[in-house]
Each structure stands twice: as C-alpha cells, then as structure tokens.
C-alpha cells in the first residue's frame, strides 16, 4: 500500500517540480504597452533605422551616428526636430502631440540613448565648428563662388552633380544642407566643414561661407522647374 | 460483494438503464468496421470532454470583463501553478478537435457513410461543425488580446457586409456598434453557455443516430446502397460476420482518443499557451494580428480577393458551402459507397483539402495585412545605397516615408501585399514605374495626387537602382533611340541640371 502511495505521489510531486521547465511554460514577461517601450535600441529600430541607418550610419537620411553631428546639436534642436518633423524635408513628426506615436518620455530616451551611443566629447579635436544655425543672412552670389571655389573640386563630376539639381534641392531644406556641411557624412565621404584648399593643406569654412553656400544652393531649388514627365501609356517593349 | 450488488440492484430497479446500455455495448457491428479509420468520431467526443474538463477549470480563475480578462490570463500563465499547462491544453485541445471533426467529416465523406439511412447523422454532423468552428472562434475572442481584437474586427467586418441585416447582425454580436466590454460578456455566453448547451444536445443526438443505425459498413465497390434493401443488407451483414462493439471495435477508438490526448499534452507542454499577446486596444497599430489556425485561410482568400469580388464572396461563400454540405446525403443518397467508384467525390475532397492547405500555408507565410512598422523600422540593405546619388538617396527616404516599406519588401523585409521590389528594374523602364507609381491599380494604391514631381523623379531614379549588379536594368528600345539621338531623358535618375 505505501508503495503504491510512493508510485503515485513521485511522478506528481516530479510533474509539479519540472512542469515549470518545460519549453512551453510561459517564463517572459507580459507584453509591454507600446507606449511604455523607453529603451533606447527598441525605440530607434523601430521608429527611426529605417530612414537614419542602423546605428545611425548607411541610411538615406542624415548620419545621426556621426558624432560630430551629435557634438554639433543640442537637446532642443533634437526634440524640436524629433517632436515635430523637420519642414521641407521627409523627417515625419513623432510626437504625440503632433499627432506621431512616441510620449515625450520616449522622445527624451532617444536623445539620451544617442548622445550616450553616438556621442563623443572629442569630436571636433578642439576645432570650433560654424554655429548650427544660420545667424546671418547669406548671399548668392558670394555662395557661388564658395561653391566653385570649395566644393566643385568633388562635385563637378558628373555623378556628383546632382547636389546642384532642382530635383534633389526640392526635397533637401536649408538646415538639412547646413548641417551636412557642417558635421559632414562620414559614411558617404562628405567631409565636414573642415575642408582642405586646392593645395591640400586644411582651410576651413568660415561661418559666413556656409551660410552663403546654403543661400545659394537654395536659390537653385525650384520645385516647378522639375517636371514630372508626362506619363506615358506603357508600351510593352521593354527587353 | 453482495451487498454492492444489492444497492446496485436498488438503483437497476428503478433506473432501467442495464438493457439500453448492454444492448448499445454488445450490439454486433459488421467485421471490418473495426477498422483504425473508424476513431476519428470518438476522438472528437474524447477531446469534447477534455475541452469541457479544461474550460470548467479556467472559469474558475478568468474574468470576462474587458478591463480584467487579459489580466486574468497573464495571472493563469505566471502566477497560478501549472496554470499555463491548462490554458495550453485547453488551446491545443481546441485545435485538436477542429482538425480532428475535419478529418472525422473526411473520412465519414470518402467512406459513403452519409448515404441511406445515415443523411440525419450526417446533417447534424454538418451542424456539429459549425458549433466546433464557433466555439474555436468565440474562445479565440476570449483571450481577448490583439490577435483576438483585430480577428474579431475582421469578423465582425465580414459580417456587416450581409446585405440590409448587416448592422444589426454586428450590433447583435458585439452587444453594441463597437468592440467593447458588451462584446466579452456576450462572447463568453456564447462560448459558456449558448454554442456548449447545443454541440452536447447535438453530440447526443449524433451518437444515439450512430448506435440505432450501425456502424457503416466497410465500403465495397459494387455493393450499391438501395432504400429497398439495404437494412436488411446490413442486420444481415452484422449478424453473420458481425462482432460487439465493445470490445470488438471498441478498444481501437480507445488506443487512438489516448494518443490524441497524449499528442495534446506534449503540444502544450512543448507549444506552451497561445496568448495572450499584446494588450486589446484599437489604439495600438503596432501590430501585426494574426487569426487562429482554422481561420487563417479565410483571411489568406480575402487578401488576395480583388476588392470588387470581397463582398458577393464574404456573403455568398458562407451560405454556399454549409448548403453544399448539407445537401451531399439528400443528392447522393444512393448508390455506391467505395471510393474506387467514386472519381468525382474523391476529386471534390483533394481539391478541398489542397486549397485548404495552401491559403494556410500562404497565411503563414506571408502577412495577409501590411507591415505597419516597415517604413520606420526596415533598414534598406546597405550595398544598395553604396553608390548612390544623392537624389537617389532622397529616392529612398520617399519610399520609406510614403509607406511603399509596408506592401513591398526589400532585401527581404517589409510587407508582403505587392510583389518584392529588389530586381524590380529588370522588370520596368523608368517609364512603366513612374506609370505605376502615380495610376496604382491591382490593390497597389495611385500616388498621383500625394507625391510632387520631384518625389516622384527621386522615387523612380530610386526604383532604378533596384537590380542586381550583373543585370542590367530594362530599357525601351524606342526611348533609348530617342535618348542617343539628343533628346531628354524622361526622368531618368542621373539627370543633371
């Protein structure tokens, strides 16, 4: 009789002990509301890789990776940005109160996740950069010649050319044009602001040059000049 | 010992029940019905009361109310013990018993079973499993967490598109115009009270049908079902080579109900609980919502309906197949019973079975909704962009901001609902995309209106890009003469100013 009573009670007490092991037994915590997602690589793959790269590097839009971007910038300029969308440009607004998915908490994990991930102290090597924003007004045709001067060195080639295209400064603002020359994109071989003159040794832009430069490449932006070809009725010819 | 059976007696005396029981026990069925293709019925009724044993235990802990009832599930799954394993086995129970019924209604199918005098049993075996599908269904509901959500959405979808009772049938099943705590209440007396009460009034009444009747004979080509003879045919049948059910045919249906529930108790132990995902709540668009197993290929089919053809199907499908199933006894009532004999019915039941198997399999595979978070959170591959123009690359924003991400897939990510654009230049000239792009058509939306010219000339100088490095990109042999000769490219992404 004891016996069938051990023969019973060890598989249960068995059962009981090694059921929460099993591979099915639920051990991860519940889902988590959207909402309340405040980590910094949960948060940037899904709202923002997409367009800014892994890691903030090799995507179409701007390097946030780049630490002199992120030397560049400060908090507000990011939250004003990441809260309400960058106008003229594709950079949608996330915030809640715009009518975008992520709380300000989240807003502020980003910007913290970025600046600890992204950041670095030594970024610009002691050097002063030209300040974020524009200060002053600009001229065309001064910017002309800075851009002959500075920048056509690389972009008169031809697959280069198109920094100048009606098409591409449609679609690009001012301050998106500032910023990459300022901090440059490393990861498509713009320099930054710290340019080298034709000779190779360093001449960097002054303040005024940038800003001059962006004047002028904003008075070739001309959305009406790019007409979308007609559309054609497709032929079926293709090879 | 006597005294047992004195009080066995007492009761005997005044409840009767020995004759039925013994005659329905011993009751001689033909030989070869003792056959391993003859369990499948009696595994459902086993998993029925499994379903009824599990299902009691869980009203014990879950709460249907809205504001509790994911909640309760999350305690059933972390804090009570080996609460999970029941809510597992309750869920792969279910799964278990709608492919089991299937197969059960395959088989009875195949084997003419359903033919004289058997068309009732088969009738209320038709009924039997529509109450499986509503219990799987109003259960999946219960859980109550966005798959169920976004499920029941879809249903409640199919449902309004019913011609004039539409509202009312939706406002009816959700105990209002919208999902909400009325919904669950109402779910949970459906799948308590209401679809339980009539599957076991309907099981009774099927297994009585089964006993009084007999077992179907094993078929046999050229023995013809007759309404003249076929009764005597079978008494003759089952008494001259005939054996008792108990234990004759009997111990089959027992091996094989212990090795469904077997089969079960490692799904759940290895499979766990399904559930419950995310919490319910139409706010959350962060989702991608995917239906239990037996409903999966309803939304695989309306995902690749063409719109015009979604609502005469959602409405008319339905009603089609349950009359088809219903009138297989009264149209083919006679006659042969071997599937050898039987090319038509045998083809029928394939071909059902493939479709079935492979709208599933697409529902698996692919998502039969977009991918929401595709365009904020699906890199493009980076040797795509290595060599790209500047518009090119404002190109590829464009494609992620204007959400193309969600349908179209690249480098392997991304939605599923348009065909995958990685080699998509070897495909179209620049001239066929910006077509399609700005017309749309075949479920692919017209951009026309919501893109300016430039999006559209980055876009497509984006879309260019897209081939493989060894094959070169399509190109109109007409338009190239004309390029070559001066004239503008259209559009053509390297353009310069």
Request: charged share 15%; with cysteine.
């Amino acid at each position: 009789m004891r016996r069938g009573a051990l023969a019973l009670v060890l598989p249960l007490v068995f059962a009981l002990t090694g059921c929460g092991r099993l591979p099915g037994a639920r051990a991860e915590a519940t889902p988590a509301r959207p909402e309340d997602v405040l980590d910094f690589h949960t948060l940037y793959s899904t709202n923002c890789q997409a367009c800014h790269g892994a890691n903030g590097h090799n995507g179409p839009a701007m390097e946030l990776g780049n630490p002199e971007y992120q030397a560049l910038v400060d908090d507000a300029t990011l939250r004003k940005w990441i809260s309400g969308g960058m106008p003229g440009t594709e950079m949608p607004a996330f915030a809640q109160s715009a009518g975008g998915m992520l709380t300000d908490a989240q807003i502020n994990a980003i910007i913290a996740g970025m600046r600890k991930e992204w950041g670095s102290p030594s970024a610009f090597a002691g050097a002063t950069p030209p300040p974020y924003a524009a200060t002053q007004a600009g001229d065309v045709r001064r910017g002309q010649q800075a851009y002959q001067a500075r920048c056509a060195s690389c972009h008169q080639k031809p697959s280069r050319q198109q920094v100048t295209s009606p098409a591409y400064l449609s679609l690009v603002s001012d301050q998106a044009l500032r910023t990459i020359i300022i901090a440059g994109r490393p990861d498509i071989g713009q320099p930054d602001w710290r340019l080298t003159d034709a000779n190779g040794s360093a001449r960097p832009l002054a303040a005024q040059d940038v800003t001059d430069i962006v004047t002028y490449l904003g008075s070739l932006r001309n959305p009406a000049a790019v007409s979308a070809a007609p559309i054609p009725v497709p032929r079926g010819g293709t090879q | 010992m006597p005294r047992l059976k004195r009080i066995y007696d007492w009761f005997e005396q005044r409840l009767q029940v020995e004759g039925p029981v013994k005659e329905a026990v011993l009751h001689k069925v033909p030989r070869n019905t003792a056959s391993w293709w003859y369990v499948f019925g009696s595994a459902a009724f086993t998993l029925l009361m499994l379903q009824i044993v599990t299902g009691i235990l869980l009203a014990l802990v879950y709460v249907p109310s809205a504001a509790e009832a994911w909640n309760s599930l999350n305690i059933l799954n972390h804090q009570v013990p080996l609460g999970w394993f029941l809510r597992a086995i309750h869920a792969w129970g279910s799964n278990f018993m709608v492919a089991v019924v299937f197969i059960h209604m395959a088989q009875v199918f195949l084997f003419g079973a359903y033919k004289f005098p058997r068309e009732l049993t088969w009738t209320v075996g038709v009924f039997l499993l529509l109450m499986t599908l509503g219990m799987a269904f109003t259960g999946q509901v219960l859980r109550f967490d966005q798959d169920a959500y976004w499920g029941l959405g879809i249903g409640v979808f199919i449902l309004s598109r019913v011609p004039w009772a539409g509202g009312a049938l939706v406002h009816l099943l959700l105990g209002g115009p919208t999902i909400a705590g009325e919904t669950l209440t109402r779910f949970f007396a459906l799948h308590v009270f209401v679809i339980p009460g009539m599957l076991l009034f309907l099981v009774a009444v099927h297994v009585w049908m089964v006993l009084k009747l007999g077992i179907n004979e094993w078929p046999m080509p050229g023995r013809l079902v007759r309404k003249e003879t076929y009764i005597a045919e079978y008494n003759k049948l089952a008494h001259e080579d005939g054996i008792p059910f108990v234990p004759g045919a009997f111990w089959k249906d027992l091996i094989f109900s212990g090795a469904v529930l077997a089969a079960v108790a490692i799904c759940a132990a290895v499979f766990g609980p399904s559930g419950p995902g995310g919490q319910p709540d139409p706010s959350i668009t962060q989702t991608v919502p995917k239906p239990d197993f037996p409903f999966l290929w309803i939304y695989a089919v309306l995902s690749y309906l063409p719109p015009s053809m979604e609502t005469p199907f959602i409405v008319l499908a339905p009603i089609a197949m349950v009359a088809g199933l219903l009138a297989v006894p009264f149209v083919a009532g006679e006659g042969e019973k071997s599937w050898h004999r039987r090319p038509i019915a045998v083809l029928a039941l394939s071909m059902v079975a493939v479709s079935w198997a492979v709208f599933t399999h697409l529902a698996m595979l692919t998502p039969w909704s977009p991918h929401m978070n595709a365009w904020s959170g699906d890199t493009l591959p980076v040797e795509y962009l290595r060599e790209a123009t500047p518009l090119v690359r404002q190109g590829a924003v464009i494609f992620q901001a204007k959400q193309c991400r969600n349908c179209h897939s690249i480098g392997g990510h991304g939605g599923e609902r348009g065909p995958t654009l990685d080699a998509v230049a070897t495909r179209m000239t620049p001239d066929q995309m910006r077509y399609k792009v700005v017309t749309g058509g075949g479920n692919m939306p017209a951009y026309g209106k919501n893109l300016s010219p430039p999006e559209i000339e980055a876009l497509v100088s984006f879309l260019e890009t897209l081939h493989p490095k060894n094959e070169p990109p399509a190109f109109d042999a007409s338009q190239q003469a004309a390029e070559s000769s001066g004239a503008p490219a259209a559009g053509s992404g390297s353009r310069t100013p």
